[in-house]
């Protein structure tokens, strides 16, 4: 077992050491914007057997993602329609221009309107109710790597390093 915890301790500190030399070695450091009128949206069309009522048009603009690919912010926009969602990442959305009805899986049914907020995690189902246009912004985090996976990818941006 306190082999295990050394090689682990050695793969943490080896990806560590990764990720501030790729710092040192002038990747840009800096943020993202986008105003939803000039983005590159691209068909994103809801499953047919998700849809209960309407055609909805889908889109979607990816505008970011963070370095380790763990989290990506879109934005996202339909017309009128009323859908089942599942989520297949945890999701921060907040809706830019339009409302939504959302009743989730208590029952509950909530009104959002631009600017509100909310969260809904991975694997969670609600039923959207959008009654014209909706545009939202959305951030998806997908699950953190196993320790291995996290390691293996660390361990090969440590070999770039070293041969860069």
């Known amino acids: 077992m306190r082999k295990i915890a050394i090689v682990a301790a050695l793969l943490l500190a080896a990806g560590a050491y990764a990720?501030?030399?790729?710092?040192?070695?002038?990747?840009?450091?800096?943020?993202t914007t986008i105003k939803p009128g000039i983005a590159a949206?691209?068909?994103?069309?809801?499953?047919?057997?998700?849809?209960?009522?309407?055609?909805?048009?889908?889109?979607v603009a990816e505008v970011s993602q963070t370095h380790d690919g763990s989290?990506?912010?879109?934005?996202?926009?339909?017309?009128?329609s009323t859908f089942r969602w599942t989520h297949q990442a945890?999701?921060?959305?907040?809706?830019?221009?339009?409302?939504?009805?959302?009743?989730?899986?208590?029952?509950?049914?909530?009104?959002?309107?631009?600017?509100?907020v909310a969260h809904f995690p991975i694997g969670s189902v609600q039923l959207w109710e959008v009654p014209t246009n909706l545009l939202k912004s959305a951030i998806l985090k997908h699950r953190s790597p196993t320790l291995v996976e996290a390691s293996m990818r660390w361990m090969r941006r440590a070999r770039v390093l070293v041969a860069g």
């Not at 949206?41 to 889109?59: K, L, M, Q, R």
């Not at 989290?71 to 009128?80: D, K």
Request: hydrophobic share 35%; net charge negative.
């Open 19 to 31: 990720e501030i030399r790729i710092h040192e070695q002038g990747r840009p450091i800096s943020g």
């Open 90 to 116: 945890d999701e921060i959305i907040t809706i830019l221009d339009g409302d939504v009805f959302i009743t989730g899986a208590d029952g509950e049914r909530r009104h959002l309107t631009a600017g509100d």
């Open 41 to 59: 949206f691209s068909p994103s069309p809801i499953p047919a057997d998700w849809v209960v009522s309407g055609s909805p048009v889908t889109e």
């Open 71 to 80: 989290a990506h912010v879109y934005l996202w926009r339909t017309t009128a």
